[in-house]
C-alpha cells in the first residue's frame, strides 16, 4: 500500500472518534493489551511521562517536551487528535513519523489488526510505542486522549503522571460531575508512580488524595508551589513573572505560547521539572523549551496567528472551560470589531458554550468538513437564542472568506469551536 492507501485504511476499516464520535470509543483495555502483546510490549522500552486532564493536557506535553529537548534528550511526543497530517500524532525531537514506517507498521501488523479489531485509536497508539521503541527515545511524552482510566495509553508505567485540571468534557463517558470525570482522569494513577496536579480544584481534590493515597503515589499540586502571572503578550511571546513558594525565580519567563491561561500549565510543567531535575539540567534549558516551544516541538492549531491586518487567530479551544478562557484572552487583545468563526460537533451539548461566547461579536457559523461536524444552519438557530448572532455558510473556507470580506483593518477574525473547524484553515 502507498501512504495515501494506508491511511484510507485506518481511516475507512477501522472507527474513530475525530470522525464518527461514540460508536468508536471503547471502554476497556482488552484491545491494545492484546495488540502491544502481539508487537512484543514496545511501551517497556522507554521511559514515559502520562499527561491527563480535561484542559491544557496538549499545551503542557509539549512544553514537557520542548523543556526535555533543549535539555538534550531524544524525546517522544504522542498527542492526539491530528489537525492536517495524521503523522502529528506521533512525532520524535519535533519532526513527524516518517511515512514509510505509517506504511511498514499497518503491512506488517494488518493480520493482527483483522484477528483483534482494534479501533483506530487504539492502533495509533500501538503504532506510537512502536515508533518511539525503533527511534530509540531517551523519553516520551504521552497525552491521554479521552479520559484516563480506560484509555488505551493508560498500559503505560511512566516514570511520573500529571494531570492537569478538571472540567467538563465528554459527560457521555467520563460522568455528568466534576468528581466522577475526576475519577476516570485519576486512573492515570499508578502504584508507587508520583502525581502532579496542575490545579488544586476544591470539588475535586479529594478524589485525586483518596487515589494517591491508595495508590502509595506521592502527590504533589503545583498550584501549590508555583503561583504564575502574565506580564504582557506580544506577537510571538508572552511574558510571565514566577514565583517559587513566594520567592521569585523567573522575573520575566519568555513564553512561545499565547494565552493568559497558559499560566496554569507553567506552573504545571515547571512542578514536572522539579521532579524530573535528573533530565532536566538547568534553569537555561528551562527557558529555552519554553521560549522555543513552537519550534522545538512542531506545535500548531493553538492560539495560531494566521495573518495580520486584520489579525485572523485559530485556536481549537472546545469545551467550557477551555472557551471560558479563551474569552479571557480575547479580552486582553485591543480591535475594534469581532468576527467569530464558528463550528462544532453534533454530538456535544451546547448550551453552556453559547453562554460563554461573546455577544458582542458578528458570527459566521460553518459545518467541519466530518460527519459529526453540527449543520451550519441548525447552530445558527441555536446560537440566535442566546444573542448569538450571524450567517450560516456553507464550509468553514466560505465563512472565513466572508469574515474578511467584512472585516477592518483593526478588526480581529477568530476561528474556532471545534478543532475540525481550526484543522481546515491551517
Same mark, same amino acid.
Given at each position: ?6 491511511? /484510507? ?16 470509543? +471503547? ?13 512484543? *510490549?514496545?511501551?517497556?522500552?522507554? +521511559? ?13 506535553? !509539549? ?9 538534550? !534528550? ?74 484516563? $482510566? ?63 493515597? $491508595? ?21 510571538? !511571546? ?6 517559587? $513558594? ?65 489579525? =485572523?487567530?485559530?485556536?481549537?479551544? !472546545? ?12 479580552? *486582553? ?11 462544532? =460537533? ?33 447552530? /445558527? ?9 450571524? $450567517? ?35
Amino acid at each position: 500500500m502507498t501512504y495515501k492507501q494506508t491511511l /484510507q485504511y485506518l481511516y475507512t476499516q477501522l472507527p474513530m472518534f475525530q470522525r464518527v464520535g461514540n460508536v468508536a470509543f +471503547k471502554k476497556d483495555l482488552t484491545n491494545i493489551r492484546k495488540l502491544c502483546k502481539a508487537l512484543g *510490549n514496545p511501551q517497556k522500552s522507554f +521511559k514515559a511521562i502520562h499527561i491527563a486532564g480535561t484542559n491544557g493536557k496538549g499545551s503542557s506535553a !509539549h512544553l514537557l517536551c520542548s523543556v526535555l529537548q533543549a535539555s538534550g !534528550h531524544r524525546v517522544g511526543l504522542y498527542t492526539s487528535p491530528h489537525y492536517k497530517d495524521f503523522r502529528e500524532r506521533i512525532k520524535v525531537d519535533g519532526q513527524l513519523c516518517s511515512k514509510q514506517f505509517v506504511v511498514d507498521f499497518v503491512k506488517e501488523h494488518q493480520a493482527v489488526f483483522e484477528e483483534i479489531r482494534p479501533s483506530f485509536f487504539e492502533i495509533t497508539v500501538a503504532m506510537a510505542f512502536e515508533y518511539f521503541k525503533h527511534s530509540q527515545v531517551d523519553l516520551a511524552v504521552i497525552e491521554t486522549g479521552l479520559g484516563g $482510566r480506560l484509555d488505551s495509553t493508560n498500559i503505560l508505567k511512566p516514570i511520573l503522571s500529571i494531570i492537569t485540571n478538571i472540567s467538563y468534557d465528554h459527560q457521555q463517558f467520563l460522568g455528568d460531575t466534576l468528581p466522577k470525570i475526576a475519577r476516570e482522569k485519576a486512573g492515570i494513577i499508578k502504584k508507587n508512580i508520583p502525581v502532579i496536579i496542575g490545579e488544586e480544584q476544591a470539588e475535586v481534590k479529594h478524589v485525586f488524595e483518596n487515589v494517591a493515597k $491508595r495508590k502509595e503515589a506521592k502527590l504533589r499540586f503545583a498550584s501549590r508551589t508555583y503561583k504564575v502571572k502574565l506580564l504582557k503578550t506580544d506577537l510571538r !511571546h508572552s511574558y510571565y513573572e514566577v514565583r517559587k $513558594r513566594g520567592k521569585i525565580i523567573y522575573p520575566r519567563l519568555k513564553v512561545n505560547l499565547h494565552g493568559s491561561f497558559q499560566q496554569k500549565n507553567i506552573a504545571t510543567i515547571l512542578s514536572a521539572c522539579d521532579h524530573l531535575s535528573a533530565y532536566v539540567s538547568s534553569a537555561n534549558n528551562i527557558k529555552k523549551g519554553f521560549a522555543n516551544l513552537k519550534a522545538l516541538t512542531y506545535y500548531i492549531g493553538r492560539w495560531q496567528i494566521l495573518s495580520e491586518k486584520p489579525y =485572523v487567530i485559530a485556536d481549537s479551544a !472546545h469545551n467550557e472551560a477551555g472557551l471560558q478562557l479563551l474569552k479571557e484572552a480575547l479580552g *486582553n487583545i485591543a480591535f475594534d470589531q469581532l468576527h467569530f468563526v464558528l463550528g462544532t =460537533v453534533a454530538d456535544k451539548s451546547r448550551e453552556k458554550l453559547f453562554r460563554i461566547l461573546p455577544d458582542n461579536a458578528t458570527y459566521y457559523f460553518a459545518k467541519a468538513d466530518i460527519p459529526r461536524g453540527l449543520d451550519a444552519k441548525i447552530l /445558527q438557530n441555536e446560537a440566535a437564542q442566546f444573542g448569538l448572532k450571524g $450567517r450560516a455558510y456553507s464550509s468553514v473556507k466560505n465563512a472565513l472568506r466572508a469574515a474578511k470580506r467584512a472585516a477592518k483593518t483593526n478588526d480581529l477574525i477568530f476561528i474556532g469551536g471545534s478543532i475540525f473547524v481550526v484543522a481546515e484553515v491551517l
